[in-house]
């Protein structure tokens, strides 16, 4: 983005729809139609069209990603960006590690002593905050309250809540997920995907 | 923008003057009833309302049945809020000022405030609104944000992600007005950025204007960059010159040279909006490939010469050549220049060949329904060409057509058209099948067919161009769909798509009886019945055969703007004014006769076309000179009535003339 860039010269293009390449599998495509369905019209189906996204280009959303989405909408492609760059569940900055453990740091789990968590999982992690291991194992993210205030300190991982946490279960937490083939994202964005989809049959 | 709630009307109170105002009507244009006005950034009269910036807090309040008033507790955005009974509005009250002090300190909080390299510095709603409402000292001592500086969304337009307020004009225009929705806000909160997708070229064919929306600097043009201050700017109304859609721009100049275009407000042609062609097209005023001087040929050589010496030329050539001239234009020629080449040929020189169409197959052009009276279509049937491309203005209405006031759209085109996007239905046409479409239309039996029928069944139009003319079997095609018109009551279209392609088929520059059109002119000079050919502005190297003819031409004159391929092949090269280097009037698509003056004189000796038509009729046919273009707009109303309007004072927004098709002037010249 800091690039310079001659003014005047031709800018590089947004694909055009038949040069995308699209990765939906046919089941995602089949569950998006039947998402479309639950809505008065496409621009209302972008939030669950990402989440099918995440969890289809291996939990998170590249540029490509967000362009397939609002291909399949019929939206463009800067509106698609706008909403997955508003929303941090939606990972569109880098890929994430195969799991990804969300601290939660806001009032009630700092006080239960989440910043302790935080300095335990760096410690043994080796990385900070917002970094990846150097096997691609973990992601350590900081996130505002979770609504689990009665867990603190509580972790994130995929659509699961721990807590409330110390530093012992935090060996056994790593020790378990090592041994988890579904990226965490991933898992996540399917169970926010079966919601949706269960919700519009009520 | 007025939400006009029926026809109701509501008494509001503002700053103690009791006035009528629509119901509904948003309290940010009431106010502008009684002269006031309510400071905004993110509101503008032409796009919905979103209420972003908070500028415009007022205080409300509303009157009770006791006649006491009660006021809300917290100020309101005026941009927002819809006028209703016994609403009592204070703009002028001490807590607005403070409001408005306090949102200008919070948005300066994240602008660079570099106001003096900043090319909106001097224009700028933030500059004015700070001076006139914000806050005189600055409490801030942190270190600003710093974000990306000069980034080129586009060759045209530069983002300043610094300077934005966030405001969203940028991104509404394209969503709202333009449509493509092209750019958005990334991220959130103070990291809110507007931009395209991953920053890629921002390609929309209306960009240019969010660069005059844009409330600050954040925008801004890659032409104009660092070229003026505001302020050493002078500005004059013109019409643009880059189509025949003839939008009314701000020709700004400085010391004599162009700078820039900026639209300028009619609400019939263009509203206020430009398209990039004509925002950024202009830039041939300062080329350095304009002509200066005269040229005369000798041998293999262009001399210099005096405007005496080039007509001494000029009428031995012609006069050698007999009546085996011809003439052929474009269409960037006011009306004035184009009546008298017109005489020159068909009056003084006795050839029936002049042409100003430069279309594979030759037609006239056919225009029902003026530009803004699309708005009020219910069906619309776009034909062959891209609106977008051809008619840019005649394009936004439509998509405000089809999106405001529900008009149904089909597009039947060659190629994916920007209009596709809010079309009901929208069919392509296969290479060379142009013809063959038509005539599945017009025979009413395919689903197409009966989607059109459906689409112009009640008060609708069809919409095309004289480019359609360029496909094989686009002139026959064209004549089917105006048939089909007339039987199902429906307007026809065909606009012409040159600068003042109208004016000149309304002047007859066209043949005339038995004389040769553009394509006989140029196997004319080829097969050596024509001896004498006049190119005025127009370049015909570059269609087929051009080259040929030229070079065929015994005595060949070319007169233009600028430098083209066309002028290596001439005896004599006469350099003309631009359009806003003239006074002038033109004719846009829709008939609209608008008036020009002259912004900034004509480089070295270049004379504007009239000028150089009556002093060459003066040496061929002892008459009157024309002093001046009014005279000459004279003459052409007394030809004919259609251009009365022009004789007098046009109205600012021009006048549309009337369409009466009584045989113009082709037959026996003006
Ligand atoms: S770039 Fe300008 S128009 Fe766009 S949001 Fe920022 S301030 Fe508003
Ligand atoms: S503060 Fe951690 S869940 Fe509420
Ligand atoms: S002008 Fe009203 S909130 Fe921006």
Known sequence: MSETVAIGTPRPRAPRPEELDLKFSESAVAELDALKTHYPDLKSCILPGLWIAQREYGGWLPPEAIAEVAFRLNRSFAEVEGVATFYTMYNTAHKPGRHMIEVCTCLSCHVCGAYRIVDYLEEKLGVKLGETTPDGMFTIHEVECLDACDRAPVLQIGDQYVGPVTSEMVDKILDDLRKVETPSAVQLSDAVVKVHLRDGDK | ?670
Request: aromatic fraction near 8%; include cysteine.
């Open chain 2, 1 to 670: 923008m007025a939400v006009d709630e029926g026809h109701r009307t509501v008494s509001v109170t503002i700053n103690g003057i009791e006035i009528e105002v629509p119901q509904g009507e948003l309290i940010v244009e009431s106010v502008k009833r009684l002269g006031l006005e309510i400071p905004v950034f993110c509101y503008h009269p032409r796009m919905k309302p979103v209420g972003m910036c908070r500028m415009c807090l007022v205080e409300i309040g509303f009157k009770q049945p006791d006649g006491s008033v009660r006021m809300m507790p917290k100020p309101q955005a005026g941009c927002t809020l819809p006028a209703s009974e016994g609403m009592v509005v204070l703009t002028d009250s001490e807590s607005v000022h403070r409001d408005r002090k306090g949102v200008l300190e919070f948005l300066l909080v994240n602008h660079p405030l570099d106001c003096p390299v900043c090319d909106r510095g001097g224009e700028c709603p933030l500059q004015n609104n700070t001076l006139a409402y914000g806050p005189s000292t600055s409490r801030f001592i942190d270190l600003k944000r710093h974000l990306p500086k000069a980034y080129p969304l586009s060759q045209y337009v530069m983002l300043d992600l610094e300077r934005c307020i966030q405001c969203g004009r940028c991104v509404r225009f394209t969503e709202e007005i333009s449509g493509e929705h092209e750019l958005a806000f990334r991220f959130r909160g103070a990291s809110m950025q507007p931009s395209t997708f991953q920053l890629l070229d921002f390609e929309s064919k209306f960009s240019g204007n969010v660069i005059e929306i844009c409330p600050v600097g954040a925008l801004t043009s890659a032409q104009y960059r660092f070229r003026a201050r505001p302020w050493d700017l002078q500005t004059t109304p013109a019409v643009c010159t880059a189509c025949s859609n003839g939008c009314n721009v701000w020709f700004d100049h400085r010391a004599g040279r162009f700078v820039r275009i900026n639209g300028r407000i009619n609400e019939g042609v263009n509203e206020e909006w430009t398209c990039d062609k004509g925002k950024f097209g202009h830039d041939y005023y300062n080329s350095t490939d304009r002509l200066r001087t005269p040229l005369v040929r000798k041998g293999d050589q262009f001399v210099e010469a005096t405007w005496a010496e080039a007509y001494e030329e000029i009428v031995k050539g012609l006069e050698s050549a007999g009546k085996d001239v011809a003439g052929l234009c474009g269409t960037r020629i006011a009306n004035e220049g184009l009546f008298l080449f017109n005489r020159l040929f068909k009056q003084v020189l006795g050839s029936r060949s002049v042409d100003h169409r430069w279309t594979r197959t030759l037609g006239t052009s056919r225009v029902q329904t003026p530009i803004a009276g699309i708005e009020g279509k219910k069906g619309v049937l776009v034909f062959g060409s891209n609106p977008a491309e051809d008619l840019p203005i005649v394009f936004l209405r439509l998509r405000k057509a089809a999106t405001r006031n529900g008009t149904q759209v089909t597009v039947v085109t060659p190629d994916v058209t920007e209009a596709d996007a809010f079309a009901t239905v929208a069919s392509r046409i296969g290479q060379g099948d142009v013809l063959k479409v038509a005539q599945e239309i017009v025979d009413g039996q395919s689903e197409l067919a009966r989607k059109v029928a459906d689409c112009l069944k009640e008060d609708g139009a069809i919409v095309t161009s004289d480019r359609v003319r360029n496909l094989p079997g686009g002139g026959e095609a064209l004549r089917l769909l105006e048939d089909l018109a007339a039987r199902c009551g429906a307007e026809f279209n065909c606009y012409p798509t040159g600068p003042n392609a109208m004016g000149a088929e309304l002047l007859g520059v066209l043949p005339g009886d038995g004389g040769l059109d553009t394509w006989g002119i140029l196997q004319g000079c080829c097969s050596g019945t024509i001896k004498a050919l006049w190119l005025l502005d127009c370049d015909p190297t570059t269609v087929e055969g051009g080259d040929q003819a030229l070079e065929s031409a015994e005595f060949l004159v070319y007169q233009g703007v600028t430098r083209s391929e066309a002028t290596a092949f001439a005896n004599v090269v006469l350099p003309m004014a631009a359009p806003a280097e003239q006074d002038g009037t033109w004719t846009n698509c829709e008939r609209r006769l608008q008036r020009m003056t002259q912004a900034i004189a004509a480089p070295g000796d270049s004379k504007p076309a009239w000028r150089i038509f009556s002093e060459v009729i003066l040496r061929l046919q002892p008459s009157t000179p024309f002093f001046n273009p009014r005279e000459i707009m004279k003459a052409i109303a007394d030809a004919d009535p259609r251009f009365l309007p022009g004789a007098s004072d046009l109205p600012e927004e021009g006048a549309i003339l009337s369409a009466t098709t009584q045989a113009a002037m082709a037959g026996d010249g003006a």
